[in-house]
Nanobody
Framework: QVQFVESGGGLVGSGGSLRLSCAAS????????MGWYRQVPGKQRELVAH???????NYADSVKGRFTISRDYAKNTVYLEMNSLKPEDTAIYSC???????WGQGTQVTVSS
């Protein structure tokens, strides 16, 4: 049972922008806080942004002011708008609930210097 399908990753130069999308199962999307996580091989997965069901947002210090999380209830989709990208943002990005459940495939974001 697929619960999260991420898309929108790619290769972009430093300072560029990307918009990630995550289609989620309706049962999860409508009842759980949702977040975007990222992981670099060999390192622990990091929560970079999350959005509560009440609409509050929280960001990791490393992305604050550059990333924006949002959700579209009509499409059961969570977005991550990423601006002013840096090489250290390179990672596999995945969406999930808080706390996380089964992981999807994620989407690769690569930022070249």
């Amino acid at each position: 049972q697929v619960q999260f399908v991420e898309s929108g990753g790619g290769l972009v130069g430093s300072g560029g922008s990307l918009r990630l999308s995550c289609a989620a199962s309706e049962s999860i999307f409508r009842h759980w806080a949702m977040g975007w996580y990222r992981q670099v091989p060999g390192k622990q997965r990091e929560l970079v942004a999350h959005l509560t069901s009440g609409g509050s947002t929280n960001y990791a210090d490393s992305v604050k002011g550059r990333f924006t999380i949002s959700r579209d209830y009509a499409k059961n989709t969570v977005y991550l708008e990423m601006n002013s990208l840096k090489p250290e943002d390179t990672a596999i990005y995945s969406c999930n609930s808080l706390p996380p459940q089964t992981w999807g495939q994620g989407t690769q974001v690569t930022v070249s210097s």
